[in-house]
T-cell receptor, first 114, second 117 residues
Framework: AQSVTQPDIHITVSEGASLELRCNYS??????LFWYVQSPGQGLQLLLK??????LVQGIKGFEAEFKRSQSSFNLRKPSVHWSDAAEYFC????????????FGDGTTLTVKP | EAGVAQSPRYKIIEKRQSVAFWCNPI?????LYWYQQILGQGPKLLIQ????????DSQLPKDRFSAERLKGVDSTLKIQPAKLEDSAVYLC???????????????FGPGTRLLVL
């Protein structure tokens, strides 16, 4: 069965510092991979997605993620965090066949210190 | 372009009462999803519609939850009777095609926060 693990429940970084949020997945083949951001009281917004090609994916708001098949990881990065990036971040995996369903991780809450 | 609309935004009910949530997807989107997001967890897919047909409802607790999508546009999700463990945010999302088969982007509404007392 497919699964997604986000090992860090909560991360605090200083404004201007770099950020890396970890995501590990379990899936039998090459999956579709997604990162979403959720601000308080808001729905989820897609940051970026990977489903083929270049393993380094660029997204909105200056985020990027790298798919590493050997490590079953899809970590999210940002070189310089802004206070407005404080939110909850979800990694998700989706099937690339007609079978299966989407699975989300339990999220990582990001706090940004001034 | 208008996003996914949901109502109500908040609802408080007593256990064993019934409740209904409404979702209006982005115009022209054929696929609609309902997710349940319990505090501290990621969203869990409850049901997925393609136009007005159900594609997947394997994680929908059918003894108390029901959903319909009349005319392939708006959708309602109902809980009857509600239990304490149903307290969660219910998210609606839509996409132009089956998102997970094609990497298509899902667009999420703001959600309905349900508290069952």
């Amino acid at each position: 069965a497919q699964s997604v693990t986000q090992p860090d429940i909560h991360i605090t970084v200083s404004e201007g510092a770099s950020l890396e949020l970890r995501c590990n997945y379990s899936y039998g083949a090459t999956p579709y991979l997604f990162w979403y951001v959720q601000s308080p009281g808001q729905g989820l917004q897609l940051l970026l997605k990977y489903f083929s090609g270049d393993t380094l994916v660029q997204g909105i708001k200056g985020f990027e993620a790298e798919f590493k098949r050997s490590q079953s990881s899809f970590n999210l990065r940002k070189p310089s965090v802004h206070w407005s990036d404080a939110a909850e971040y979800f990694c998700a995996v989706g099937p690339n066949t007609n079978a299966g369903k989407s699975t989300f991780g339990d999220g990582t809450t990001l706090t940004v210190k001034p | 372009e208008a996003g996914v609309a949901q109502s109500p935004r908040y609802k408080i009910i007593e256990k064993r009462q019934s409740v209904a949530f409404w979702c209006n997807p982005i115009s022209g989107h054929a696929t609609l999803y309902w997710y349940q997001q319990i505090l501290g967890q990621g969203p869990k897919l409850l049901i997925q519609f393609q136009n007005n047909g159900v594609v997947d409802d394997s994680q929908l607790p059918k003894d108390r939850f029901s959903a319909e999508r009349l005319k392939g546009v708006d959708s309602t999700l109902k809980i009857q009777p509600a239990k304490l463990e149903d307290s969660a945010v219910y998210l609606c999302a839509s996409s132009s095609r089956l998102a997970w088969q094609s990497g298509e982007t899902q667009y999420f509404g703001p959600g309905t926060r349900l508290l069952v007392l």
